[in-house]
């Protein structure tokens, strides 16, 4: 029954595939050099910041962005910052900015104290202190040594600005070691998205992407907007910028925002958990459920066409407000090579990358489950739990 899903939505789905392939090309040839100011980043937090006085120049993550904007490094790299902060406002975690951190575990000094100054749209500053909220570490280590792309030392933790007296996003944050907020590090754009209406789903890759070809990418954008989703986060680790310029209508459109980045310390798997957290708090205000998951995953329902029916009939057996997100258990496919007993009902050369994959596993695989998270009621991000959640709900 899910292999008949799988064609079904192949013959939907393949119909486009010269189209794709003459993007490919044309984007290729034709924006080879092309800065395209697309991100929501780049509309939103272009923000002075006269209180500091060195004029900050505005901070952005979408692609291409410089080096330093994408990461404050400490203490020989075993700190890693994302220089981008994030505002919350959820009922159940208190108006605050979240800021996202690598910490490399066996170093000495581990949680350094810091304090922020924050920086209103009037002008005016405070400091306040700022806590270790949420530490998110590896529940398990599937995999044997060595490690892939560094050693698994690294855990994300969740800092947080909390605003009590404030309902209103900060135009910025700078964090410091000093409880006045003087010797300032390099300062942070808060991010907050306040569109009026939310979308259902959202999608994440979970981590940075790299060496992925093209073909790839818009098969995974193109069967997960089928599915449903109408926001696609993906982060870039290193890619041939023709992979990009390929992905450029999908930016336009709105569909897809490309974020750098680019870690340069060995980190396994490039910080995984870091990019789980940043997909969770880019969301919360734009998408009512997000996905996250690998590049070669893809949530298939057993029943439903897309995820819109799926929950719709989760509604009607279980209350769904009940639970910080649903757990999909990993029934792997695999490419044996032997294209030729696929039978579409279309005529296209291009067979995307997913439906190629024919051979099925006889059992799921329960250790490595991928999330579909409520922004309603998750706090923190995991590639395989969810590892904190609104008092009250399970997972």
């Known amino acids: 029954m899910v292999k008949s899903r799988f064609f ?32 929501l980043d780049r509309v939103q937090l272009a923000h002075p910041a006269p209180v500091f006085p060195a004029h900050p120049a505005p901070v ?29 406002n959820r009922s159940f975690t208190g108006t605050s900015v979240v800021i996202i951190v690598e910490q490399n575990k066996t170093a000495p000094n581990i949680q350094p104290k810091f304090f922020g100054k924050v920086v209103m749209s009037n002008g005016m500053t405070y400091c306040h202190e700022v806590e270790y909220w949420k530490k998110i570490a590896p529940r398990f280590n599937p995999h044997p040594k060595p490690y892939r792309h560094g050693p698994d030392t690294y855990y994300c933790n969740l800092l947080r600005i909390k605003l009590t007296k404030f309902s209103e996003p900060p135009l910025y944050i700078a964090l410091s070691q000093n409880e006045f907020c003087d010797d300032l590090l390099p300062p942070m754009p808060v991010f907050y998205d306040n569109r ?16 992925i070809p093209a073909e790839t990418l818009i098969s995974f954008v193109e069967l997960n907007k ?17 992979v990009y310029n390929a992905m450029i209508p999908y930016v336009e459109s709105g569909l897809v925002e490309m974020l750098d980045w680019k870690v340069t310390t060995p980190i396994r798997n490039y910080g995984t958990h870091a990019a789980c957290n940043e997909c969770v708090y880019r969301n919360i205000h734009r998408a009512e459920y997000v996905a996250l998951h690998d590049i070669d995953e893809v949530f298939i329902p057993y029943k439903h066409d897309d995820w819109f029916g799926m929950l719709d009939d989760l509604g009607k ?13 990993s029934l792997p496919w695999r490419d044996k090579g032997n294209h030729s007993k696929i039978k579409l009902k279309c005529n296209s050369t291009f067979l995307p990358y997913y439906f190629k994959n ?9 250790h490595r489950p991928k999330m579909m998270l409520s922004m309603d009621r998750a706090i923190a991000g995991h590639n395989h739990i969810i590892p904190y959640y609104k008092k ?3 997972e």
């Open 8 to 39: 079904r939505l192949a013959c939907a789905f393949c119909c486009v595939g010269l189209l794709l392939i003459a993007v490919i090309l044309l984007q290729t040839n034709r924006l080879g050099g092309m800065e395209m100011n697309l991100s």
């Open 358 to 366: 024919t051979y099925r596993f006889k059992g799921f695989d329960k």
């Open 196 to 211: 009026r209406k939310r979308e259902k789903f959202a999608v994440c890759i979970q981590k940075g992407i790299f060496g």
């Open 60 to 88: 952005f993550l979408a692609h291409p962005a410089p080096q330093e904007n994408l990461w404050i490094e400490l203490y020989n790299k075993n700190t890693l910052i994302r220089r981008t902060a994030y505002f919350d």
């Open 392 to 394: 009250g709900v399970k």
């Open 226 to 242: 089928a599915l449903g989703a109408s926001f696609i986060t993906i982060w870039i680790q290193t890619i041939e910028e023709s």
């Open 317 to 329: 057996i279980t209350k769904i407000t009940d639970y910080a997100g649903f757990r999909f258990e």
